[in-house]
């Protein structure tokens, strides 16, 4: 395989993770309602999240950031430390930290579309082929989308595995919401 097959092939199964993501990313039922075979630590950390804390110090709970990205939207950025007692559901930790996601016409609860208003419907967005405004009506589209990274208290950022509604984080972790146009940037800055 040759290197731009290779890059071809790589750029496209990371769009296609990132709809998979998306899809999974807003599903309210889960992150308010912990199933039956979650372990009971989850439901009590879930339950026991409390108000999110502003204090530019070390971050005991989860540390929440919303990056515009490449959009370079300030008024959606955001970065904010969420007291958590054990692993808790990234909606959850999100909702606890006031971020407002929001899904769209047709996957209204199953997509994030917006987050903190952004990007707003009149915003032009720029990408390899030309501009793009995001309607909110369907999947949002596969080079402009947010994405959902989670980092360990000690290590590196890494591609969720899983939707906002099911993926867990405990205290000392890192959760990111990160726009991403044409595949940049490639994962959080910091």
Sequence with gaps: MTLTKLRTASAGSLAAAGLLLTLAACSTPASTQP??????????????????STSDGPCAGVKVIVDSGALKQSAADTSTCVSVDGPTVAAKVLEEAKVKTEGTTQYPNELV?????????????????????????????????????????SGDW?????????????PGESLELLFQVDGAPAAPAS
């Design 35 to 52: 199933s039956s075979s979650a372990p009971a630590s989850s439901a009590a950390a879930s339950s026991s999240a409390s108000a999110a």
């Design 113 to 153: 579309c917006r987050v903190n208003g952004v990007p707003a419907a009149d915003f032009d967005i720029k990408h390899k082929d030309g501009t793009y405004r995001e309607e909110c009506k369907g999947m949002p589209a596969a080079f402009a989308y947010w994405s959902l990274w989670v980092k360990p208290a």
């Design 158 to 170: 890494a591609y969720a595995q899983e939707g906002a509604a099911t993926q867990q984080v405990k």
